[in-house]
Structure formats: structure tokens, C-alpha cells
């Protein structure tokens, strides 16, 4: 199964998010809102105290999150190559069948989908309850107000 919009979608709402929170710790975001979203979770977590562990979930799988978007942003042509010795009895033809993928292919599962959803909910979490901002909440659908005239 193919999952690369799940992976795209949970990148760019996690960017949205950024922006979002940085629009309200930061009077200057639209000038910071030109960086990558890994340097934009670096200026906001300096902002509000918080460290985050880079050689440790969640930020490992952040990254990888946002470096597979940008290969799909930013795509090149690669040239994929293996070398292997094999014995005639390994399954030859099998193995000669084989389609060769990328590091991003190889990177679309089910469960690299699933732990960049809850990584990418776990920094929103942290940041959201580190910023401690009044009236923000994480994870609503928003709210609406309406309002009716009776006229005779």
C-alpha cells in the first residue's frame, strides 16, 4: 500500500502547526517563517525553554519526517545500484526479480506512518503545553458564532 500522502499531510499539518504557535510567541514570525520546519521547531523550543533530545524520539522521526518531504518536494533522479554474490540455489531468479527502491520507498510502511503521526502530536503536545498560551487549544475543530435577527 502506498502511503506517501499520509507521510506528506502529517508534515505539512505539523509545519502548520509551527506557524501557528509561532505566529504567537514570536511579534517577528512572518521573518522567521521562511525556515526550515526543523529550524523553526529549534527557534521555537529556545523560545519557550524547551529541549528536545535529537538523537531520540520524537525528533529522530521528525526529521525523517521532513527529509522525506522534501525528497518529494524537491525529487532528483537517482541511480540505485546493488552488488551481491549469490549462490545458484538462493532463489537466483527471485532475487533477480527484485525491484531495487529508494531510502524514501523503503521508508513508506504502516508503522513509520503511524509513529509520525504520534511523534509529530507528541512535539505539538510538548510545545503546546510548554508555551503555556491562554486560550489556544490543541487538537479543536475550531469555534463558531452565530447569531439571528427575528424582523416582522
Partial sequence: MDYHGQFIFTAFSLEAYFNHIGEQL??????????????????????????????????????KLFDFRNQMAHGRTIKLSKEEIRGFDDNLDEYLGERL????????????A?????????????????????NDHLFTFGMASHSAKITA
Avoid at 520546519?37 to 529549534?42: E, I, R, V
Avoid at 527502491?101 to 513509520?112: D, F, G, H, L, R
Fill in 26 to 63: 514570536f511579534k517577528s514570525w512572518e521573518a522567521l517563517e521562511y525556515l526550515t520546519p526543523l529550524k523553526k521547531l529549534d527557534v521555537i523550543c529556545e523560545k519557550i525553554d524547551m529541549i528536545l533530545d535529537q538523537s531520540r524520539r520524537p525528533y529522530q522521526t521528525i526529521k
Fill in 101 to 112: 527502491k529508494a531510502w524514501w520507498q523503503e521508508y513508506c510502511t504502516v508503522s513509520n
Fill in 114 to 134: 503511524e509513529r509520525a503521526r504520534e511523534d509529530s502530536e507528541k512535539i505539538m503536545q510538548l510545545i503546546h503545553n510548554n508555551a503555556k498560551i491562554r
